[in-house]
């Protein structure tokens, strides 16, 4: 059933605040802001111009939902009975084109059923439950369409207060962190963003800046994602050093060619500062490395960009993730239907070995005697060229 929206949609949810807990009704402020924000913005409107809103009724009825409804007032409705089953979104049916029409134009409204932390113990010490699944942005090596197919839009989860009491909950358990790890010396490091780019949701709800005001209070645990986004409107929050902001970098002729839709690798760098600055702890996902013809010559100069252009205050806390590509039997035959050059560097036979994931579908990995050797190799590249970077952990 499709509806319009009713021309009074509401941008707050009346005198008891939008949140429902105390824990985040309590947090810091998001600070007064006086101009214009990027997310309404030219640029952010080419990442994302949404039209169409395919909501789980739930969700549409809570605050959350209610706010995104009202950031989007020309979209069209669309009733959905689950976020995960919407088979006219997901899938790899049709081109290319399509994909990226759907993820830039549609989005999903859904409530998080399953609300579990997870062990990780290499970027972070857990993960979190997501506040969003999808991406608007489309690398050729992507593993979160494994599930929903390519064209997958953002599913924001509406039901922020819930995760964030998940988490909470789960940071009072642990207590503080007793010993140092390759995660964080002293904080319980939680990944936030699994399936989802943070920067980019941030255009649309206020998930992100609940959970960096969230985790703001929590001296015991800190927050951790991954971006390929540069969203200035993160530099509003206020995270007190309780975010970690890991800009992911490659060579640049490498991003153009696989990161889609992605902010220039040249631009996340050159955010660093700002985000430091902001109150963020600002660390680098050197991923994923790509063994191509001249590809060490390609992350020198990258390693050697960001020895000129990082200031000192950001080289003295950053460290850094390096992460060998994985591929996927799948996402290769569906990327050489709309991009077989990006494939002629991500699936190399002669390089990888298979190995069967836990959902059955063939993954792809570099064999281990090339692996060991690459990352040899970038360990190399960085104690030469970025000797302030500490890697924490290259897999
Ligand atoms: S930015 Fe991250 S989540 Fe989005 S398409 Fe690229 S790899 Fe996937």
């Not at 924000?37 to 549409?60: G, K, N, T, W, Y």
């Not at 857990?126 to 699944?133: Q, R, T």
């Amino acid at each position: 059933m499709r509806s319009s929206q009713p021309s009074g949609a509401p941008d707050d949810d009346g005198p008891d605040g939008l949140f429902g807990l105390d824990e985040i009704r309590t947090g810091s402020p998001r600070p007064a802001v006086s101009g214009p924000l990027f997310r309404d913005s030219p640029q952010a409107r080419r990442m994302l111009s949404v039209r169409e809103i395919h909501a789980e009724p739930a969700a549409a009825a809570s605050p959350r939902g209610r706010q995104v409804l009202a950031g989007f007032p020309d979209a069209e409705v669309v009733h959905a009975d689950s976020h995960w089953r919407i088979p006219e979104l997901h899938g790899n049916k049709g081109n290319a084109e399509r994909w990226v029409r759907i993820k830039s134009t549609v989005l999903v409204l859904g409530e998080k059923k399953t609300l579990t932390v997870r062990p990780n113990g290499r970027s972070a010490d857990w993960i979190a439950p997501g506040a969003a699944n999808g991406c608007a942005m489309a690398c050729a090596y992507c593993y979160v369409p494994r599930r929903k197919g390519y064209a997958n839009p953002i599913t924001v989860f509406t039901n922020i207060d819930r995760i964030i009491a998940r988490i909470r909950h789960h940071v009072v358990g642990q207590g503080p962190k007793k010993e140092p790890n390759q995660c964080d010396p002293s904080a319980w490091v939680y990944d936030v963003g699994e399936n989802n780019d943070c920067s980019v949701d941030a255009l649309i709800s206020e998930n992100t800046a609940d959970l960096v005001h969230a985790f703001a209070r929590w001296p015991t645990a800190k927050a951790s994602f991954a971006t390929k986004f540069v969203n200035p409107d993160l530099l509003l929050l206020e995270p007190r050093g309780r975010t970690r902001v890991r800009f992911s970098v490659m060579p640049p002729e490498d991003s153009r060619l696989l990161d889609i839709r992605t902010s220039p690798v040249e631009d996340r760098i050159a955010a660093a500062a700002d985000f430091l600055d902001a109150g963020y702890e600002v660390h680098f996902n050197l991923s994923p490395v790509v063994i191509r013809p001249g590809w060490e010559q390609a992350w020198a100069e990258l390693l050697r960009h960001m020895d000129d252009v990082l200031p000192q205050r950001v080289k003295e806390q950053a460290a850094a993730e390096v992460i060998m590509l994985t591929h996927n039997r799948d996402l290769h035959d569906v990327n050489m239907a709309w991009h077989p050059r990006a494939e002629e560097a991500l699936w190399r036979p002669d390089l990888q070995q298979p190995k069967r994931s836990e959902n059955g579908s063939w993954n792809v990995r570099y064999r281990n005697g090339t692996k060991a050797a690459a990352v040899e190799t970038v360990r190399g590249l960085v104690r030469t060229h970025a000797p302030w970077l500490t890697i924490r952990y290259a897999f």
